[in-house]
């Protein structure tokens, strides 16, 4: 059975409004799993060269949350005064660090901390290790997610190689670190651009049990491809996706991102589309505050 993992909580209006969109589509499909409402953020860098624009964008499109870098701590004052003013709040922020490093685990103690400054939960973080042993990475991690204990916070790893490549490394990297606070991020669109023969859908069923936080990037299924497109128009099957999820009672972070094609410059108004299409077709498949 899945752990539960800190959610963003609900004014009484939301819940009251999620509660009845829930209930609906029991109604219409009760063999299908109440799903619970489940927050959802935008990634800031989806909007590329125009990430000024997407602080007014986001709310315009009716979501309320933001998925950004941790700042420097001289910046968060700056950083919280900027998301009030556009009635955003942080969903999960980005950390960084190389592993392979023992100084590592300093640097995310303070980005941890800054995490706990600003209210957010969950702090992604991509594993790089450099040439260092995976063991090496593990106890890092397993030390990082102390500190994350200490101060509330979640580390979510991202889908990436080589300690999230899919779903069984995935497993392996948990099953090694094996801490509460060190858990997956499941990138969607990753799998197929990472791996050959596989999808989103069975890689999630294999670690589901460890995600703490969801990215849903759609791909054109070809490896090592760079074309992520909205969402709807690639080869994820997103609802195969929120079906896994609905299942086990997944109730975290769900983050929006969309990185385009290699090669193909859109503007403005066509990455705010693909942002607004991504959304759209989003709302069709569940429920969201």
Known sequence: MRQDFPAAPLSRRD?????????ALSILDPARPAAPARPLACRLAS???FESAAWSHVPEVGVKHLFLNVPEPDQVEQTLTRLAQ???TPLVMRG????????SVDALAVQIATCQKMGVGYMFLSPKHANAPKEVAYE?????GDVARAHNVVLSLETHPDLGTNGAIQLETMKAINHQNVRVNFDTGNITYYN?????????????DYVATVEVKDHNGGFETWEFP???KGVVDFKGVFGVLDACGYAGPVTLEFEGTQGVN???EQTKHAIEESVAYLRTLGTFV
């Open 15 to 23: 819940f009251i409004k999620v509660s009845g969109a829930a209930a």
């Open 47 to 49: 909007y590329g060269k």
């Open 86 to 88: 556009h009635s955003l």
């Open 96 to 103: 960084s660090a190389d592993l392979s490093e023992a100084s």
């Open 140 to 144: 890092h991690l397993r030390k990082a």
């Open 196 to 208: 050959r023969g596989r999808n989103a859908v069975d890689e999630l069923k294999t670690i589901v």
């Open 230 to 232: 909205p969402l709807g």
């Open 266 to 268: 859109l503007d403005e």
